[in-house]
């Protein structure tokens, strides 16, 4: 980069924000500041830990995380656990994976091909994603009974909304310059599409599976509370009903834990397909 000269000194060229972050020193591994994000998680526990031993709360409604973890260990030595987890796991990713193979190729269908088609039915789409998923619990269980099936179905219902609509504003958010550029250079439909506009609408189909994720772990606790006799949601039932406190925040740790483990796969796949427009922008 050139500098310009005024009265024999030089003039320090215009550094962008961006090259100066890339010569930033990271702190150290060991360093109290990488790790400030974590305090908040370790009070929290550590408060919950002490208020039930100092009196502050009653033991007997809310369990310490020790007592918790002890009954999660307990359950799991005596293979009871594994079995919930497992079919509350086939449900909750049959729902999640159904939802995601209808609303991906939708949401690039009306963001990108039936632009016209998606203004028309995009009232009508937006009304029934803000309809209360617990309110259709006797519809769907008139529908399909009290079944794997209706269990599935509520968890399809709840996971659609936001992959479908967060692909939609993905698709519509890609530049279109970027596409004008590669069919200007003979760039076929199914190249176009692979390597420029799914890279391109990926962070919007990422962010709307990492959503519907959530949302159907917070739905099958719902979903298994309904003719179900297995499950980690059937498990919170059983326990508040016989007043089983600990094995109640076992069963409710647990499905956090599965949520945010699924959350964090979709946010390092993410990252992985995906990195290259960090870069770019660092490079820009």
Known sequence: MACAKKGGDAVRPYTRSSDMADTSIKEPFWSPARHLDKLSIVLFFAAWEAAPRLGGI???????PSLVLKTLVELFRQGEMLGHVTISLSRAVSGFGVAALVAIPLGFLL?????TFERLVAPVLRFLGQVNPFSL???FVLLFGIGEFSKGAMIFWVSLWPILFNTINGVKSIDPLLVKSARSMGTGLTTLFFKVILPAASPGIFH??????GTAFFMLIAAEMIGASRGLGWLVWNAQINFQMPQLF???V??????LSLNFTFGALEEKLTGWRRKSAGES
Do not use: C, D, N
Not at 58 to 64: D, L, Q, S
Not at 111 to 115: D, K, L, N, V
Not at 254 to 259: K, R, T
């Open 254 to 259: 647990l499905i956090s834990v599965l949520g």
């Open 58 to 64: 009653v033991e007997t409604f809310i369990a310490p």
């Open 111 to 115: 963001g990108g091909g039936f632009r």
């Open 137 to 139: 619990f006797s519809l």
């Open 208 to 213: 709307g599976l990492k959503l519907g994720s």
């Open 250 to 252: 076992a069963a409710t």
